[in-house]
């Protein structure tokens, strides 16, 4: 049974840091694609980074340069940075592995 648990969300400042991680148990990750989305209440979920398993990234317009996703394998997890933290990505955001599975999602607030 695949399980993705996201954890690093929480309340920071406008311009402040995050970093998200998502270990997944039950499966290895090193052949399969993995990716973070967000969602804010009305909204539909929206991707916001992605890797391939061989280690090319794609980014969401809004997120370009202040987002960085990573990859590490060996610990079966997979991160995403977030420099510059504005408002507007205030979200929960969810983990995906394989397009198939998601975790239950880490809260960010981004707040003065």
């Known amino acids: 049974q695949v399980q993705l648990v996201e954890s690093g969300g929480g309340l920071v400042q406008p311009g402040g840091s995050l970093r998200l991680s998502c270990v997944v148990s039950?499966?290895?990750?090193?052949?399969?694609?993995m990716a973070w989305y967000r969602q804010t209440p009305g909204k539909e979920r929206e991707q916001v980074a992605r890797?391939?398993?061989?280690?090319?990234?794609s980014y969401a317009d809004s997120v370009k340069g202040r987002f960085t996703i990573s990859r590490d394998n060996a610990k079966n997890t997979v991160y995403l940075q977030m420099n510059n933290l504005k408002p507007e990505d205030t979200a929960v955001y969810y983990c995906?592995?394989?397009?198939?599975?998601w975790g239950k999602g880490t809260l960010v607030t981004v707040s003065s």
């Open positions: 995906n592995y394989d397009s198939n599975y």
């Open positions: 039950g499966s290895l990750i090193r052949l399969r694609s």
């Open positions: 890797i391939s398993p061989g280690f090319a990234t």
